[in-house]
């Protein structure tokens, strides 16, 4: 599944704008970085333990940015009761699957919002100089790349790079691997495996020696072609930082002779007797490069997989889409949209094959989307021309 783009710093994240505030009576500048393209804050004031939790939220709410300069677990107590009192004031969603879905994006948006204004600052060499603050060099560098000045940063993106460093040194097991996967920051993470099951065991076209995985991400999907004896493997990505990931992944499977990762690109030259494509899977329009993982808006990765199929399979070849029909279930696309789409491309269905996906999400009651993850169904597609 396809990511985000950039290596070190993506294209679209905001990023070399100087912020200014008022610290010891002199004026401090920074550079102002943010993943999800939020604009550079207009007022930022200097916070420290002895702010009340009160008096953070209602500056939050006003539009002012508080640069932490206290203790960090106590600025991350902090960003947990603002987070309370957003809970309390957002109005659960009602309505339709697809107006509680609009509802749930927007609460989660301004929450997002709130909580993004809580600053820390990065040096110079990407430490963080705070009481009790971790060692965050390695993350920062796998996420930004060089420091070279001292940045501004939420605190809510510093702890989605130091969870993304935590799962990056871990890794993902994969039992049809018995291996792991390291996925980078900004990279899909392969945390819902019931799409490599159906990709492991869905049976191949007969006498496969070719495949296509578009939109490779972590390259989990064409490890487990090329495991299950497919010689001749490209792999796709329009994102930078994927393409990097997936060849770390083939290197570290020592699948080199079976792998080659190129991009950034949909589809490659040439054809082949199996393409694989596993698009995110809401449409969706994302507001950040983050979620580029998750939301495919007006599905044009979906469109465009579909659209280039026919000219991209080899005699008897076939195409294996996999997605769920959770935006079916959020009324996002209709129940007959998919099928239409495919025989509009010139495509035929040879099978399906279906899963429940076993993630905890699905078992939350408390999650405004319960009702439709709960019966959520995920599938692999088999088309041919």
């Known amino acids: 599944m396809s990511a985000i783009p950039g290596s ?27 993943e999800n393209g939020t604009p550079a804050p207009a007022r930022i004031e200097v916070a420290d333990d002895r702010m009340k939790a009160d008096t ?54 301004h929450r997002a919002r709130i909580l993004g204004r809580i600053l820390v600052a990065l040096e110079d060499d990407h430490s963080l100089a705070l009481r ?23 605190l809510t993106e510093l702890l989605g790079v130091i969870g993304a460093h935590q799962w990056r040194r871990q890794g ?24 490599i099951d159906l990709v492991a065991s869905a049976a191949l076209p007969e006498n496969a020696r070719t495949a296509f995985d578009l939109g490779t991400g972590t390259g989990v ?22 393409l990097a990931c997936a060849r770390a992944t083939v290197r570290d499977l020592d699948l080199g002779e079976r792998i080659r990762v190129v991009g950034p690109a949909l589809y490659p030259e040439g054809r082949a007797d199996l393409v694989v494509c596993n698009p995110p899977w809401l449409p969706a329009r994302p507001t950040s490069d983050l979620e580029y993982g998750v939301y495919d808006p007006d599905s044009a990765m979906l469109r465009g997989f579909l ?30 949209e998919l099928a239409a789409s495919i025989e509009a491309a010139g495509l035929r269905v040879l099978d399906r094959l279906d899963t429940k996906p ?28």
């Not at 070190?8 to 943010?34: F, L, M, Q, Y």
């Not at 060692?135 to 940063?153: D, K, Q």
């Not at 399979?313 to 279930?329: F, M, Q, T």
């Not at 076993?358 to 021309?385: C, F, M, N, Q």
């Open 172 to 195: 993902v097991p994969i039992p049809c691997l018995n291996a792991r996967i390291h996925p980078h920051y900004g990279v899909f993470s392969p945390v819902r495996g019931e799409y």
């Open 221 to 242: 999907l064409a490890a487990v072609l090329a495991r299950r004896g497919v010689t001749d493997i490209v792999a796709t990505d329009a994102s930078p930082r994927a």
């Open 132 to 154: 009790r603050a971790p060692e965050v060099r390695e993350s920062c560098r796998e996420a930004y790349g060089p420091a070279h000045r001292t940045m501004l940063v939420a």
């Open 307 to 336: 659209a280039g199929l026919p000219d991209h399979l080899a005699p008897g070849g076939e195409g294996w889409l996999i997605v769920s029909d959770l935006a079916e279930r959020l009324e996002l696309r209709s129940s007959t």
């Open 358 to 385: 076993h993630h905890r999400r699905a078992r939350a009651t408390d999650d405004p989307l319960h009702a439709a993850r709960a019966a959520e169904i995920t599938s692999l597609w088999r088309l041919s021309r």
């Open 8 to 34: 070190a710093i993506p294209g679209s994240a905001v990023s070399g704008s100087t912020v200014s505030w008022i610290e010891n009576d002199s004026e401090t500048t920074a550079v102002w970085h943010s």
């Open 56 to 109: 953070a939220y209602r500056l939050c709410c006003e539009g002012t940015a508080l640069l932490w300069r206290g203790d960090y677990q106590n600025a991350r107590q902090l960003l947990a009761a603002l987070g309370r009192r957003l809970d309390r004031k957002s109005p659960p969603p009602v309505g339709n699957p697809a107006e509680r879905f609009r509802q749930h994006r927007r609460n989660r948006a």
